[in-house]
């Protein structure tokens, strides 16, 4: 069994293993920075350091939201780098067995299927694992900026 974070992007639940949270923060003043792709919000000051700031809906080709009354900015660590994933809402925290894991469909996700880990029943709700690691692995025409 694993925990998992689980937030809204949209009416749609998605999760992260918990272990690589460090952090949840409300909607937080995000610098914009140029040249970087569409997907890249910008950065934040987390306590001296500046961590780039991923919008999760546009890294999984959804529409924007005006709604942002419930934002957050999750800071997560992949590998060395942290970095923060804007989310419309978190949820909470989900107790989830290996073997209830489903693989992903090959079609008819709200996401790219690529991004997607597993899709699993927590009582009534479907909820979608996202793989952190393909969702921010740097591909070399659209980089990630590393924090300072």
Not at 117 to 124: C, N, T, Y
């Amino acid at each position: 069994m694993a925990q998992y974070l689980t937030f809204k992007l949209g009416r749609e639940e998605y999760a992260i293993e918990i272990l690589r949270v460090q952090e949840i923060r409300g909607h937080s003043r995000i610098t914009p920075i140029p040249n970087t792709p569409a997907y890249v919000k910008g950065v934040i000051n987390l306590r001296g350091t500046v961590v780039p700031v991923v919008d999760l809906r546009c890294r999984l080709g959804m529409p924007e939201t005006s709604d942002m009354r419930f934002s957050a900015i999750v800071v997560v660590t992949v590998g060395a780098k942290i970095v923060g994933l804007f989310v419309d809402e978190v949820s909470d925290v989900a107790d989830i067995q290996h073997a209830e894991v489903q693989a992903p469909p090959e079609f008819g996700a709200h996401a790219e299927t690529r991004f997607i880990a597993g899709l699993v029943h927590v009582g009534e709700r479907l909820i979608v694992l996202l793989s952190l690691d393909t969702i921010l692995r740097e591909d070399p025409s659209t980089p990630l900026p590393s924090p300072a």
